[in-house]
Structure formats: structure tokens, C-alpha cells
């Protein structure tokens, strides 16, 4: 460095590495080369020990690696729980498509083929963002597999996933929204039951039908009842089931 500064080149380093008496040093150092027609006539040098927040500075980095890490693999298990692997011989286009805020988000979604003319969807948001809110998924996720293959309606599916949670994670002080959708290519009908979530559309041609249902947000009251709502459906019809991330997105004009 010294040499450098010799030759007219200054130095500035926050974590430069000293060792003195067999102990090892982070100082924070300035060198300035003073020059005066062209020729070094010395050099200013401004140093102080950084020890301290240099070592603070690299447990914080590791700390961060880290939880960088376990965020990666929690990101890869929730991708596999909401994943959705579709039939060549299906009825029904589907198209999915997640992005959370950070690697790992509150929104779940599962796609249930009861048989080859009848599929359930179920959407839920966990209240919040990030890790707890994703957390809260893998629980929501749980206790619907729990009575998804009962073969319950609707309306009965989404009161008793409620009243199970309520009993079973009542103290954790949580809630979230969700919708479940019956689409039955047979009857050309769908049966669904909202619980605190935003409208879903059905486009029919020109048409923007709201598909809305009473129903307060999951975790409040165990008992909570929810109403089930049919409407009927034609072939080319469109139906756009989302989370609020849709409707709360905001570009840099608004």
C-alpha cells in the first residue's frame, strides 16, 4: 500500500486485515498521497480500529446466507404443495401461475379432479406476507387435505375446514380468506362458496358475472356459516380465480 501511495496511487479499505502481536485486526484506512509538481512529497495516512463492526458486519452476512438458504428450500416445498401437473386428457384448460412477494407467500391454491367431468379448486390467503403468512399455508394445506376427499358439497367443505381450524389453531390468533369452486362440465354448472375473498369473475362472452357469496374470513367463529351460490356455465366461458396480490399490484403511476 505504501509503495502505491509512492507512486501517487491513494487507498481506502473499511476491512483491511492487520495482524500485531499474534491477533488479528479489521482497521479502517486511508491513504492519501500528497503530490506536489508530480513528485510524492509524502503521504497522509488515517486509520482506525474496525474490529468490532467488521466481525458484527460478516456474522450478519452469514446470518443472511443462511436464512437466504432456508428460504430457497421453503420456496422449493411450498412450489411442490401447490404444484398442479395437468391431465392430457382433461376437459378443462387450466392455467396457473404464483409469484410471492418474497421466495416464499400466503396464497395456496389446489386444483382436485373428482373425476373427468367434475373439478374442485380451492384458493385460500393467509392474513400477513412472507414466512408467517407461508407457514400459515402449510397448516391451511393440511387440514384441507384432511377433508377434501370426503366428498363433501361446497358449502359443507368450507364450513367444516373452518370449524377445524378454529378448534385445532385458535390460539395462534390467525386468519385468512378463501374460495372453493365447483366446476361440473356435466351439469354445465358451478357451486362456490366465498369466506372473505375478493370477487372472482366468469367471463361468459361479453359478459363479467362477479362470483360472490357471503362469508366472513376463516378463524373468527368456529360455527361461521357460509352460503353456496350456482351459476350456470357455456363452452368457451372464462373463469379468473386470483388472491388480492392481483388487485393490490401497483405499477410506478399508480
Known amino acids: 500500500i505504501y509503495n502505491n501511495a509512492l507512486q501517487g496511487k491513494a487507498y481506502q479499505s473499511e476491512k483491511e486485515l492487520f495482524n500485531y502481536k499474534n491477533s488479528t485486526y479489521y482497521i479502517n484506512i486511508v491513504v492519501i498521497p500528497v503530490i506536489k509538481n508530480d513528485v510524492v512529497e509524502y503521504v497522509l495516512t488515517m486509520y482506525y480500529d474496525n ?12 446470518a443472511r446466507q443462511m436464512i437466504s438458504e432456508d428460504l430457497s428450500i421453503a420456496k422449493s416445498i411450498q412450489s411442490k404443495l401447490i404444484g398442479y401437473d395437468p391431465n392430457e386428457k382433461e376437459k378443462l384448460e387450466i392455467f396457473t401461475f404464483f409469484e410471492p412477494m418474497i421466495e416464499v407467500g400466503g396464497d395456496l391454491y389446489d386444483i382436485d379432479l ?42 359443507d ?12 389453531y385458535e390460539n395462534l390468533n390467525t386468519y385468512f380468506t378463501c374460495f372453493l369452486i365447483d366446476i361440473d362440465l356435466e351439469a354445465m354448472e358451478i357451486t362456490y362458496v366465498s369466506a372473505g375473498h375478493p370477487f372472482q369473475i366468469l367471463l361468459a362472452g361479453d359478459e363479467i358475472i362477479r362470483l ?12 361461521q356459516t357460509f352460503d353456496m351460490e350456482t351459476k350456470r356455465i357455456e363452452p368457451g366461458n372464462r373463469i379468473y380465480l386470483y388472491t388480492d396480490g392481483i388487485i393490490e399490484a401497483y405499477n410506478e403511476s399508480k
Request: aromatic share 8%; hydrophobic share 40%; glycine share 6%.
Open 212 to 223: 360472490t357469496s357471503r362469508g366472513t374470513l376463516f378463524g373468527i367463529e368456529a360455527h
Open 157 to 168: 367443505s368450507i364450513e367444516t375446514l373452518n370449524r377445524q381450524f378454529v378448534y385445532i
Open 114 to 155: 373428482i373425476n373427468e367431468k367434475h373439478y374442485r379448486i380451492f384458493l385460500a390467503d393467509a392474513v400477513g406476507h412472507g414466512i408467517q403468512a407461508a407457514l400459515i399455508t402449510m397448516l391451511i394445506k393440511s387440514e384441507y387435505e384432511r377433508i377434501k376427499h370426503f366428498r363433501l358439497s361446497a358449502k
Open 51 to 62: 474490529t468490532e463492526k467488521a466481525l458484527a458486519e460478516m456474522k450478519l452476512e452469514k
